[in-house]
């Protein structure tokens, strides 16, 4: 019989796939809510999409932060405050680039990120990758490179848009580790809530940027809010209490995989030819600094050590 510590890896890996099932819906909603309704509404704006989700998602988790909220006490302001400025940039970037760009485009250069954790982790942390983390991820270099040519002169400014949201996502990603004594849930909360500030104050000032929504797209949010983005956090958070940090990370990374197939089944969209070239070799460059970056730390497995999770 299986050992209750391997079940619960077991069922902590089933949690972690299932959450980047979940994460992926992303692509498709965000598609669908930018969509014109058919009475002549318009669609709604990327910026208003990331501000309600972020909204509408951190009122979950504030009951649940409220009661651990003693836990952010002793932490320097410029951690939290950091915190909440990456976790903006990175999902109004790519809330934004997904509606301009094909979703493929949006999700595997967010996955640039560890090339913002290799360039400031040894000026915020004082950590010091090894050269050969540097060699590998030359090859996200590569693979981007190849997204960027190979896709029409028109798509260079959403492209760009995205590779910002990897800047956050890698920003968020070293931060984070500066909140390591604070509790997950008052952290969620604090980043989805302040964004969701900062964005709205942003809606009036962006073309088309409206908070008026029809039914339709206000049901599409609540279940994009609940099931895309906050009950995942819930699911991540849990899973990493069973499931190694490094294993996880791995695992997560399925919702670049998943997140074009859900966008070409439910808006038949297709991923470009460019990125089909140009994504699996970031992805490849991804897995290796992971792999390189666990062994550096001497397969210490610790809490601390676990990714941010993705917009």
Same mark, same amino acid.
């Given at each position: 019989? &299986?050992?209750? @510590?391997?079940?619960?890896?077991?069922?902590?890996?089933?949690?972690?796939?299932?959450?980047?099932?979940?994460?992926?819906?992303?692509?498709?909603?965000?598609?669908?809510?930018?969509?014109?309704?058919?009475?002549?509404?318009?669609?709604?704006?990327? =910026?208003?999409? #990331?501000?309600?989700?972020?909204?509408?998602?951190?009122?979950?988790?504030?009951? +649940?932060? *409220?009661?651990?909220?003693?836990? =952010?006490?002793?932490?320097?302001? #410029?951690?939290?405050?950091?915190?909440?400025?990456?976790?903006?940039?990175?999902?109004?970037?790519?809330?934004?680039?997904?509606?301009?760009?094909?979703?493929? &485009?949006?999700?595997?250069?967010?996955?640039?990120?560890?090339?913002?954790?290799?360039?400031?982790?040894?000026?915020?942390?004082? /950590?010091?990758?090894?050269?050969?983390?540097?060699?590998?991820?030359?090859?996200?270099?590569?693979? @981007?490179?190849?997204?960027?040519?190979?896709?029409? #002169?028109? /798509?260079?400014?959403?492209?760009?848009?995205?590779?910002?949201?990897? *800047?956050?996502?890698?920003? *968020? %990603?070293?931060?984070?580790?500066?909140?390591?004594?604070? !509790?997950?849930?008052?952290?969620?909360?604090?980043?989805?809530?302040?964004?969701?500030?900062?964005?709205?104050?942003?809606?009036?000032?962006?073309?088309?940027?409206?908070?008026?929504? %029809?039914?339709?797209?206000?049901? +599409?949010?609540?279940?994009?809010?609940?099931?895309?983005?906050?009950?995942?956090?819930?699911?991540?958070?849990?899973?990493?209490?069973?499931?190694? #940090?490094?294993?996880?990370?791995?695992?997560?990374?399925?919702?670049?995989?998943?997140?074009?197939?859900? %966008?070409?089944?439910?808006?038949?969209?297709?991923?470009?030819?460019?990125?089909?070239?140009?994504?699996?070799?970031?992805?490849?460059?991804?897995?290796?600094?992971?792999?390189?970056?666990?062994?550096?730390?001497? &397969?210490? =497995?610790?809490? /601390? !050590?676990?990714?941010?999770?993705?917009?």
């Amino acid at each position: 019989m &299986n050992s209750p @510590a391997a079940r619960g890896s077991s069922l902590g890996v089933i949690a972690l796939v299932v959450c980047a099932a979940m994460w992926s819906l992303n692509g498709p909603l965000i598609k669908l809510l930018q969509q014109p309704e058919s009475g002549g509404a318009p669609g709604v704006s990327g =910026i208003a999409i #990331a501000c309600y989700r972020s909204l509408l998602g951190g009122f979950i988790f504030l009951p +649940i932060a *409220l009661r651990r909220i003693r836990t =952010i006490r002793n932490v320097r302001p #410029a951690w939290p405050i950091g915190s909440v400025i990456t976790f903006t940039l990175m999902t109004a970037c790519f809330v934004i680039a997904t509606t301009q760009t094909a979703a493929a &485009n949006a999700i595997i250069l967010q996955y640039l990120s560890p090339l913002v954790v290799f360039a400031l982790s040894p000026l915020l942390l004082g /950590e010091k990758p090894r050269w050969s983390e540097g060699i590998v991820l030359l090859l996200a270099f590569v693979g @981007a490179g190849i997204i960027f040519l190979g896709n029409p #002169a028109t /798509e260079i400014r959403p492209l760009t848009i995205a590779a910002f949201s990897g *800047l956050g996502y890698g920003a *968020l %990603t070293v931060v984070l580790r500066g909140l390591k004594t604070v !509790d997950p849930a008052v952290v969620v909360a604090l980043n989805f809530l302040g964004s969701g500030i900062l964005m709205a104050l942003a809606v009036p000032l962006t073309p088309g940027g409206t908070f008026e929504l %029809t039914v339709r797209q206000f049901t +599409i949010l609540a279940f994009m809010s609940v099931v895309q983005f906050a009950a995942p956090y819930m699911l991540f958070s849990w899973a990493l209490q069973r499931v190694e #940090a490094h294993r996880a990370s791995l695992i997560v990374l399925l919702e670049t995989v998943l997140n074009p197939i859900w %966008t070409y089944l439910m808006v038949h969209e297709r991923p470009p030819a460019a990125t089909l070239i140009g994504g699996p070799l970031i992805l490849v460059s991804v897995v290796g600094w992971m792999l390189l970056s666990w062994r550096r730390q001497g &397969n210490r =497995i610790e809490p /601390e !050590d676990a990714p941010a999770a993705p917009g």
